[in-house]
Nanobody, 120 residues
Framework: QVQLVESGGGLVQPGGSLGLSCSVS????????MGWYRQVPGNQRELVAV???????NYADSVKGRFTISRDNARNTAYLQKNSLKPEVTAVYYC??????????????WGQGNQVTVSS
């Protein structure tokens, strides 16, 4: 069974940096889009950043220039590096991927979510 396993959340001071990673466990054929979303209580989950299979990226306006998404296709892992962190980015961050489980079948998968708190 395919699962996304996230790591790297935690507490960081304003202005600091934090990295998240998301690895795929289980047998897959290929990964299409890899992305990160975040959610605060009472709000909808929102897109933070996404990277396509060809390396093309897209970011929410609020994180452009401060967050960087990348992927290692050999390791089936996505990364989100966050710099110059502000308290308003405090949220639970979820990895999201569109994965071909076989050459013909595909599905959308979510990670378990990691709390990121920016506070002094």
């Amino acid at each position: 069974q395919v699962q996304l396993v996230e790591s790297g959340g935690g507490l960081v001071q304003p202005g600091g940096s934090l990295g998240l990673s998301c690895s795929v466990s289980g047998s897959i054929f290929s990964i299409n889009t890899m992305g990160w979303y975040r959610q605060v209580p009472g709000n909808q989950r929102e897109l933070v950043a996404v990277i396509n299979s060809d390396g093309g990226t897209n970011y929410a306006d609020s994180v452009k220039g401060r967050f960087t998404i990348s992927r290692d296709n050999a390791r089936n892992t996505a990364y989100l590096q966050k710099n110059s962190l502000k308290p308003e980015v405090t949220a639970v961050y979820y990895c999201n991927e569109y994965i071909h489980t076989t050459q013909r079948d595909w599905g959308q998968f979510w990670g378990q979510g990691n709390q990121v708190t920016v506070s002094s």
